[in-house]
């Protein structure tokens, strides 16, 4: 029999079928619509924990689209690091849906749960795709399912916020074209496994080119990723946005790093001669800028929501200067800390909504206002929020930090990143500790106009808490398998061949065959 949940394609195919049929569901009420999607949710979530199972044991496993056989036809790439991404989405996917359903911020707007599928769809497809048009193509189906989501109830802040967020990304996606274009005429393909024996196979005549196209492509992944100097857009556009959406957000900008370590790790990887790595100063370079910057934002945020976004800020910058370091080792830290700061993140966005409508008219603006309801609970959510955020012992923050920093103590740029990450830590531990005193200490006489508090949603920001003890508790078993991942991610050897090599499979997957 057919191992149906192992296959890729089911990644993209859960979410696609679900958009639609809950868009048809969509006359028989939002009731119907809120299960359809925590069933479909939970459904990718076993799918997605299969294929990380799959990875493991079997390694690479290519499905050929079409049954036709790469580098002509378009093909899925399930590796360990593909699926560890799919399954970090879709716990994060069902912790935002859960408190949107909670919280009824669902119903605020039409196509909340299509558009949620959608967005679903296209950011495991980036996640699995193997050539870099696929890339393109799933950019473009998870941007335009945001744009829905950002702007989702409506607003002037968050039409604002959107139309940044919109254009920036417009921009990107022309710059896209451009170097899809470039390295198409350069290289004559754009399957990321020939891309990369076509560039260890360059002429000299055509390394400038190539290299040029590269980091055009290099600028695109960086505009996702929102890292310096190109990130203004993110701190308006998450922070004007409904929680939930800005949750399932905290993914999006681990997608241009994920494209960076997929793309460039492959095509410009060990095996491409002179152009090995060229671009890891750059990314180097802009993450402990970024990093510098971002922690600057921290404290002079005004508003706990904006705050927040630039902690995502910083954590980028943080995962960016752990690619940059251009190791295994370093990669695998970045991978822990990766998966930290996306739940943690996402966790925060949606305490702060709880926080803000515990506080009324005051909202989450860093000013005294009276005691909001549950205050002590909120608070002790809101420091283990900002401890493991900032990095402080004991929890994951702390953990991936310093992986990161042990492994940057043999680079020649260990100065630097030690020192970076060290004054940035403290500067947000200062800025967080300001915001929580603001919050919750100095507090005015007389009683709040705000909500009572939503334990259902209260629960999703639990349950994301929950897995960060938990990265601590297994921080050796969950170390070791992003170092296992870090070090096939390397490895790129095995990636082209089982790529390229593959034979159409997928009519005897069918049948059952392997």
């Known amino acids: 029999m057919t191992d149906w949940p192992s296959l ?24 119907l619509q809120r299960i359809l999607g925590l069933l479909l949710t939970l459904g990718l979530l076993f799918v997605s924990v299969d294929l990380l199972e799959v990875a493991f044991e079997q390694g690479h496993r290519v499905y050929t689209l079409g049954n036709w056989a790469a580098p002509y036809g378009i093909v899925l790439v399930l590796d360990a ?3 560890m991404m799919v399954s ?25 749960h299509v558009l949620f599928q959608i967005q679903l769809f296209g950011l495991n497809g980036a996640f699995l795709t193997g050539d870099v048009f696929n890339l393109f193509v799933f950019f473009e189906v998870l941007l335009l399912a945001s744009y829905g989501l950002l702007l989702h109830g409506g607003g002037r802040l968050r039409t604002r916020g959107g139309l940044h967020y919109v254009v920036i990304n417009l921009i990107g996606s022309t710059l896209f074209l451009f170097a899809v274009g470039a390295l198409y005429g350069l290289l004559g393909t754009l399957n990321m496994a020939d891309m990369a024996q076509a560039v260890a196979d360059l002429p000299t005549s055509d390394l400038a080119p ?3 196209a590269g980091l055009l492509l290099l600028v695109v992944f960086a505009i996702k990723a929102a890292f310096f100097p190109l990130y203004l857009w993110l701190p308006g556009a998450y922070a004007e946005t409904s929680a939930p959406v800005a949750a399932l957000f905290a ?37 402990l800028i970024g990093l510098g910057m971002a922690a600057l934002g921290v ?28 190791t295994p080792q370093a990669l695998g830290a970045t991978l822990y800390y990766l998966i930290h700061s996306t739940l943690v993140a996402a966790a925060l966005f949606l305490l702060a909504d709880l926080i803000a409508k515990g506080r009324g008219s005051y909202a989450d603006r860093f000013e005294s206002a009276p005691a909001m309801p549950q205050a002590v609970l909120l608070g002790g ?42 004054v940035s830590s403290l500067l947000m531990i200062v800025a967080m500790a300001r915001s929580g005193s603001l919050l919750f200490y100095n507090t005015l006489d007389g009683a709040s106009n705000g909500e009572a508090l939503n334990r259902p949603g209260l629960v999703s920001v639990l349950g994301l808490f929950l897995i960060s003890v938990g990265m601590v508790v297994f921080a050796g078993p969950i170390l070791g398998m992003t170092e296992a991942i870090a070090e096939r991610a390397y490895d790129v050897g095995p990636y082209v061949d089982q790529v390229l090599n593959t034979p159409t499979q997928d009519a005897q997957w069918l049948k059952g065959g392997h």
């Open 8 to 31: 890729p394609f089911l990644a993209l195919l859960v979410p696609l079928l679900g958009g639609t049929l809950i868009l048809l569901a969509k006359p028989f009420g939002l009731r």
């Open 81 to 83: 690091l593909s699926a």
């Open 88 to 112: 970090l989405t879709t716990v994060l996917a069902l912790a935002a849906l859960w408190y949107a359903i909670a919280s009824g911020i669902d119903r605020q707007g039409a196509h909340f």
């Open 210 to 212: 190539v290299a040029a």
């Open 251 to 287: 993914i999006m900008t681990k997608v241009g790093l994920y494209a960076i370590i997929r793309v460039h790790g492959t095509v410009f990887g060990p095996e491409a001669g002179e152009l090995a790595f060229y671009h890891q100063p750059f990314v180097l370079t802009a993450g």
């Open 299 to 326: 404290m002079a945020a005004k508003g706990l929501r904006n705050q927040v976004a630039y902690l995502v800020l910083a954590s980028v910058a943080t995962l960016l200067i752990g690619v940059g370091l251009n």
């Open 381 to 422: 959510f809101f420091l283990f929020g900002a401890i493991a955020m900032t990095g402080m012992p004991p929890l994951s923050g702390f953990m991936g930090k310093v992986f990161i920093l042990d492994a940057a103590l043999a680079h020649d740029w260990s100065a630097w990143v030690l020192g970076m990450i060290l």
